[in-house]
């Protein structure tokens, strides 16, 4: 069965702190790694990375994948209290049908304080 | 990027009752899924919406309970049928779009249910 964890769970941090979040993954025929952040009820797509070793940044957030490790990390840098939400990771496979399907992680709650 | 609406937002329902909730896609697209967040918990796939077929159930998941609709390319719906307290939960619309992959997916801004 195709697993994907996050860590931490809950992050608490001062504005202009880093963070780096994680998620770890083990499935058969992997195909992409994929980071939203959930705020309120719908998750926004944030990255999509299918290679190892290239870093996706979008202002002032990155991500980069290890599909050696199994992992990716998202970092962001210089947080402000609008980063706070919950980061949610999914691993893109090939299922026993033959269609790709989606597992998400539990994702990681990001608390920004002033 | 395609843009997905759901419809109700949220609602209150009785035990026993049935709810539909619509999905609408601003575009046509050849994958829709149906996930559920139970509070604290991460999204879980209830099945793919095929169109002109039956849909696909995940495991745990069966038609009796979230029959599901795709009569079209653009729009799907589902019903959570014979309510009860443990339904209470976001149920998410979402569309792929890659012919087989889920490449960028988008979803839609969910339909909070309560089931008292």
């Known amino acids: 069965e195709d697993k994907v964890v996050q860590s931490p769970l809950s992050l608490v941090v001062h504005e202009g702190d880093t963070v780096t979040l994680n998620c770890s993954y083990e499935?058969?025929?992997?195909?992409?790694l994929l980071w939203y952040k959930q705020e309120k009820k719908a998750p926004t797509f944030l990255f999509m990375l299918t290679s190892s070793g290239i870093e996706k940044k979008s202002g002032r957030l990155s991500s980069i994948l290890d599909k050696k490790e199994l992992f990716s990390i998202l970092n962001i840098t210089a947080t402000q209290t609008g980063d706070s939400a919950v980061y949610l990771c999914?691993?893109?496979?090939?299922?026993?049908?033959?269609?790709?399907?989606?597992?998400f992680g539990k994702g990681t709650k990001l608390s920004v304080i002033p | 990027s395609a843009v997905i609406s759901q419809k109700p937002s949220r609602d209150i329902c009785q035990r026993g009752t049935s709810l539909t909730i619509q999905c609408q896609v601003d575009s046509q697209v050849t994958m829709m899924f149906w996930y559920r967040q139970q509070p604290g918990q991460s999204l879980t796939l209830i099945a793919t919406a095929n169109q002109g077929s039956e849909a696909t159930y995940e495991s745990g998941f069966v038609i009796d309970k979230f029959p599901i609709s795709r009569p079209n390319l653009t729009f799907s719906t589902l019903t959570v049928s014979n309510m009860s307290p443990e339904d209470s939960s976001i149920y998410l619309c979402?569309?792929?779009?890659?012919?087989?992959?889920?490449?960028?997916?988008?979803f839609g801004p969910g339909t909070r249910l309560t089931v008292l």
């Open positions: 979402s569309a792929g779009s890659g012919r087989a992959s889920h490449n960028e997916q988008f």
């Open positions: 999914a691993v893109e496979a090939r299922d026993g049908a033959g269609s790709y399907q989606l597992t």
């Open positions: 499935v058969t025929n992997f195909r992409s």
